[in-house]
C-alpha cells in the first residue's frame, strides 16, 4: 500500500544541489510526508517532514506543493557522504489511532566526484 | 547516548529453529515497531506496539511473535514458521504512536538461515 512514487536512482555531482522529487497525489488532507535515507546496511535516518508548508531544517528542504500532491527534498550542498537510498514516505493511520510509516522503493542517489 | 540498540548485527540460524532478536531503546518512547527489509526492497511493517503490554500485528506478522513487558525492550521472535526468514530486520521506536513526530531506526539485525 505504498502511497508515494519515486524515480529509482539519480545522479548529482558533489558540491550541486541534489532535487529528489516525490508524488503523493492520494495523500489525504491529514497526512504528512517524510524522508528519510538509507545508507547500506544500516538503520534509516529521518531527514525532514512536513504536512503543506516548505520546511527546512540543517540537513535539508522539504518543498510540498500548494495542491499536496508532490515534494521535493533538496540537499543544497551534496558531498560524497550523501549517497544513499532516500524514501519519500506517507504515515497512514493504523487501528486505535496508531499510525506507520509505509516505505516504497525509494531513489537511490549517488553523488559522484 | 539516547538511542535505539539491536543486537546481534548478524544472526544465523538452522532450519526450525526459533531465535529472538533483541531491540532495546532508552529514549522514554511509547511506540516501538519491527520491520523486515528485503534485498533492493523498502521496509515493510512486521509488529507494532504503543505501549507497554498491547501490540498489534502488521502488513506481514504470520511466522513472528512478539512481545512488550517493558517499555524499553521489545524483542521480536522469528519461528520456524516463517518461510522465508533471511532478511535485514529494523526495530524503531518514537515518542507517540500518533503524534506526528519521527522514528528512530536501529542499525539492524541481518537474519541468515543456513
Known amino acids: 500500500d505504498a502511497k508515494t512514487t519515486q524515480p529509482p536512482s539519480m545522479d548529482c555531482a558533489e558540491g550541486r544541489a541534489a532535487n529528489l522529487p516525490c508524488n503523493h497525489s492520494t495523500i489525504s488532507g491529514n497526512e504528512y510526508v517524510y524522508w528519510y535515507r538509507q545508507i547500506h546496511s544500516q538503520g534509516p535516518q529521518y531527514i525532514i517532514h512536513?504536512?503543506?508548508n516548505n520546511e527546512t531544517n540543517e540537513m535539508a528542504s522539504l518543498i510540498i506543493t500548494e495542491d499536496r500532491k508532490s515534494s521535493t527534498l533538496i540537499l543544497p550542498h551534496a558531498t560524497l557522504r550523501d549517497t544513499a537510498v532516500y524514501y519519500c514516505i506517507v504515515r497512514v493511520a493504523l487501528i486505535q489511532g496508531a499510525q506507520k510509516l509505509v516505505f516504497g522503493q525509494g531513489t537511490r542517489l549517488t553523488i559522484n566526484p | 547516548d539516547g538511542g535505539i540498540t539491536q543486537s546481534p548485527k548478524y544472526l544465523f540460524r538452522k532450519e526450525g529453529q526459533n531465535v529472538t532478536l533483541s531491540c532495546e531503546q532508552n529514549l522514554n518512547h511509547d511506540a516501538m515497531y519491527w520491520y523486515r527489509q528485503d534485498p533492493g526492497q523498502g521496509l515493510r511493517l512486521i509488529y507494532y506496539?504503543?505501549?507497554?503490554?498491547?501490540?498489534q500485528k502488521g502488513d506481514i506478522a504470520e511466522g513472528y511473535s512478539v512481545s512488550r513487558e517493558k517499555k524499553e525492550s521489545f524483542p521480536l521472535t522469528v519461528t520456524s514458521a516463517q518461510k522465508n526468514p533471511t532478511a535485514f530486520y529494523l526495530c524503531?521506536?518514537?515518542?507517540?504512536?500518533?503524534?506526528?513526530?519521527?522514528?528512530?531506526f536501529g542499525q539492524g539485525t541481518r537474519l541468515t538461515v543456513v
Open positions: 506496539s504503543q505501549i507497554v503490554n498491547d501490540f
Open positions: 524503531a521506536s518514537s515518542i507517540d504512536p500518533v503524534m506526528n513526530t519521527e522514528a528512530f
Open positions: 512536513g504536512l503543506k
